[in-house]
């Protein structure tokens, strides 16, 4: 008879959450390495021969990525279901790794090095969205890994971590693309330098953590959930032991057991609410507008006169950081509801602040404060609130169809907003935050109204939560 650990040991816990939130570290480097390399690609591109660079080709081979980030979340319910969660996110990883060499050097095999075409430009977009795919897959599976292995007093705290390691690999991301430009900051032929050779040494340095992700997620185990729905009973409750000791984890498995008898179950058996509030609270996330601030961020802070705009961008990643430990230390303590709501509110404020500085006269400082008022709301609010919520809200027999399609609304609007984002803000700087400011205000009315507060209940709770809501 197999042997388990009667006591549960923080440092296995803390170990495999450190693993899964590597692959929220990529997500973050990922999607936001195209901030500092977006003018070098449109110089690179816009020398080509054979056509024409417009700024809607630009705006495309920006977010071109994100198409990969609808398709990776689409297929993660999938994915998830039939290789596992632990297999799925090596898949996410080799992706990874892929597409950082492929953006570093997309000339690999079939083109000429340094030579801008459109069949090179096509073969670029490939590569992105190839990561993309990665990125999509990520968004989905970390939250779900870690909300699957997590004790339910604890859930929200270590899920809040992927969050965390989103916006520390957008603060490195921003740093590393900071010290590339900076390597050559006493060049007279810098700008040629970036168009030619910085952007693509920014693509690659992600090739070093999706290495390291690929290999460290094959030491972890597989989710007990995932393992006991699947029949691996013994093998489940090995890892719950190992978490929780085990007289909690028998308790668990049992748990467990008790919704895996309707594992075939079809998505809208709960209701159509709770699939509807799971894909608001991903619309509502990306149509606040945060991620246009994020992709653009050099962009903005130069159109606001406030010094060296990759400098007020690593400022702007610190900002998030810090504010982003906030929900992390308080989201067990103050719950999720307070977060969601308190922020919506400071995200309107800061939008509306940048809004009126674009009809009043005000010092540069003002909409500058203004936009770090609005990111680090969003950061201890809708950043790591909203997949808490998405990993923790769906009944385990449709959690990993429903959580497909919530990160796929996700990243749906996400590319919605990133492509309208440049054309809205030239047609007027009030209105863009105008409108992020007014959108704000109706999702803290939403939260507040419709979504429930999941503080301190287990993953089965949810279960008995919707069905009694049907």
Not at 344 to 362: E, K, P
Not at 401 to 424: D, G, H, K, R, Y
Request: proline residues 4%.
């Amino acid at each position: 008879m197999a042997s388990y650990r009667q006591t549960g040991s923080r440092a296995y816990l803390t170990g495999i959450v450190l693993v899964a939130v590597i692959g929220g570290l990529l997500f973050g480097y990922d999607t936001a390495v195209i901030s500092g390399a977006e003018r070098g690609l449109q110089a690179f591109f816009g020398s080509a021969a054979d056509f024409s660079y417009t700024d809607g080709l630009h705006g495309f081979t920006t977010s071109s990525a994100l198409i990969g980030c609808i398709i990776g979340a689409l297929i993660s319910g999938f994915m998830a279901s039939r290789l596992g969660r632990k297999r799925s996110l090596f898949a996410a990883g080799i992706m990874f790794f892929l597409s950082a060499l492929g953006s570093y050097h997309p000339e690999f095999l079939f083109f000429q090095k340094g030579v801008a075409t459109k069949s090179l430009l096509v073969a670029f977009n490939l590569y992105r969205i190839l990561g993309g795919v990665g990125v999509g897959l990520a968004s989905a599976l970390c939250p779900m890994y870690i909300a699957e292995v997590a004790p339910a007093n604890k859930r929200g705290t270590l899920v809040s971590w992927n969050q965390f390691a989103i916006i520390f690999g957008q603060l490195v991301v921003y740093f590393v693309n900071f010290l590339i430009i900076r390597s050559h900051a006493n060049d007279p032929a810098v700008v040629e330098w970036t168009n030619s050779i910085g952007w693509r040494l920014m693509f690659v340095s992600e090739a070093v953590p999706a290495a390291l992700f690929s290999i460290l997620i094959l030491l972890v185990p597989e989710t007990p959930r995932y393992l006991a729905l699947n029949g691996q009973d013994d093998k489940a409750l090995t890892v719950l032991s190992n978490i929780n000791g085990e007289p909690k984890a028998r308790e668990i498995l049992a748990e467990i057991k008790a919704t895996a008898v309707e594992k075939t179950e079809k998505l809208f058996s709960y209701g159509w609410m709770v699939i509807f509030i799971g894909c608001m609270l991903s619309v509502f996330q990306q149509i606040i507008g945060i991620n246009a601030v994020l992709y653009f961020a050099p962009r903005i802070f130069e159109s606001m006169g406030m010094g060296n705009p990759m400098f007020q961008t690593v400022l702007m990643g610190v900002i998030n950081i810090t504010f982003t430990l906030v929900a992390v230390f308080t989201v067990e303590k103050l719950g999720r509801k307070p977060l969601l709501i308190t922020g919506s509110l400071g995200m309107a404020v800061g939008a509306i602040g940048v809004a009126l500085s674009n009809v009043v006269t005000l010092p540069a400082i003002i909409p500058v404060i203004s936009i770090m008022v609005y990111s680090a709301c969003f950061m201890f609010s809708w950043g790591p609130i909203c997949w808490v919520y998405i990993s923790e809200l769906f009944p385990n027999t449709i959690r990993s169809q429903a959580t497909a399609i919530a990160v796929a609304f996700q990243w749906i609007f996400n590319f919605i907003v990133s492509s309208t984002f440049v054309p809205l803000y030239n047609y007027s700087h009030f209105l863009a935050y105008a409108i992020y400011g007014g959108i704000c205000i109706i999702a803290a009315i939403f939260v507040w109204r419709l979504v429930p507060e999941t503080k301190g209940k287990t993953l089965e709770d949810m279960t008995a939560l919707w069905r009694g809501r049907k």
